[in-house]
């Protein structure tokens, strides 16, 4: 899952990005509502041409500089774009509330918050938007299980065998498996998986490819990763 953290303030927006990164979420953070708005109305013209925006959520803070929160929200919910936006600010009063819901945030967190509130957030905005249908996803002998951030084989008796990845590996098997039997090109696959900043090389995701199926097979997993040459990979279901 990719987010977009908008969040001017350097501590904070560190902190945010390292706890969603050590629980298997991508983050781009930008720190003014300009950044964030642009990288956002880039999203949306990709989710129409591609069917598929690259961000599950945003993180926005109310007090941005260039464009607020608010006006960031507005902005968004009148051009349709229906991406869940969790709103974090110090205004802790009722009207204040309101507002931000009303300008089109699906949630709205005070500040100070502990993490744990955070990533509860997170989720709860995740199942609202139906992101996930269930807290497991299987595709083949392969399963997914969001509640303890694992992947695992299964055999012919269900029994199953923990596979041990990187986060980066995880990430990348997670998008695969979110999109059983459909070619994701190498420029989608690096868009979802990899970081806006991330100083990533043209075939970083052939590399991580090669990773991750080596790791597959020492598991007892039949090569399920398929390349489409010219194109990119695909996951097979059977």
Not at 122 to 146: K, P, S
Request: some cysteine.
């Amino acid at each position: 899952m990719k987010i977009l953290l908008i969040e001017d303030e350097p501590d904070l927006g560190a902190i945010v990005q390292k706890s969603l990164a050590h629980h298997q979420y991508i983050v781009d953070w930008v720190v003014d509502g300009k950044t964030g708005w642009e990288y956002l109305a880039h999203d949306r013209a990709r989710s129409v041409s591609e069917r598929e925006s690259i961000y599950s959520l945003a993180i926005i803070d109310w007090m941005l500089p260039k464009i607020s929160g608010i006006e960031l929200c507005q902005r968004l919910r009148a051009e349709k774009y229906t991406l869940p936006i969790l709103m974090l600010t110090a205004r802790d009063r009722m009207e204040d509330k309101i507002a931000g819901l009303d300008a089109g945030a699906d949630d709205y967190l005070v500040k100070p918050f502990g993490m744990e509130e955070l990533l509860a957030r997170i989720r709860a905005l995740q199942r609202r938007a139906q992101v996930f249908q269930a807290e497991r996803l299987q595709v083949g002998n392969l399963r997914l299980d969001y509640n303890k951030n694992a992947i695992a084989i299964a055999d012919r008796q269900g029994t199953e065998t923990a596979i041990g990845l990187t986060a980066k590996e995880f990430q990348l098997l997670e998008y695969l498996m979110q999109h059983p039997d459909r070619t994701l090109t190498h420029d989608q696959i690096r868009n979802r998986v990899w970081a806006f900043d991330s100083e990533s090389t043209s075939n970083v995701v052939a590399a991580q490819i090669r990773l991750l199926r080596k790791k597959l097979a020492e598991s007892g997993c039949e090569n399920p990763i398929e390349t489409v040459r010219g194109f990119g990979y695909r996951l097979n279901s059977f």
